[in-house]
């Protein structure tokens, strides 16, 4: 097979990138896959898409916060309704000024 064709070319760039193809097997903490990375991200893409429907720049944001929210809290193990619940009943207690870091999802205790 010459160097030059398409298939050579392929393996050529793959000779060149193979201690970047098998540095998952020296170190465990690298995943062979990329997969749970795109798993995540998949909600932000479908809710692009319904952004564009945003009447204004304030809704989109404001759909785009939720969004965020949602997704942060399913990262760190909660049921995004139950931590939305708590968020509702306890920011309205507290004052503008008020630490809020207990209520962050990788702080909050849901029971």
Do not use: C, H
């Amino acid at each position: 097979m010459p160097p030059k064709s398409l298939l050579g070319k392929a393996i050529q760039y793959n000779l060149n990138q193979w201690d970047k193809l098998t540095v998952y097997l020296t170190d465990y903490r690298v995943n062979i896959d990329n997969n749970r990375a795109e798993r995540a991200i998949k909600p932000f893409v479908i809710g692009r898409k319904n952004w564009l429907f945003s009447n204004t720049g304030n809704g989109a944001k404001s759909s785009a916060t939720l969004y965020s929210i949602i997704e942060t809290a399913k990262a760190n193990g909660l049921i995004p309704y139950d931590y939305l619940v708590r968020l509702f009943e306890e920011l309205p207690r507290r004052k503008e000024n008020d630490v809020i870091n207990d209520l962050l999802p990788w702080n909050i205790k849901l029971t």
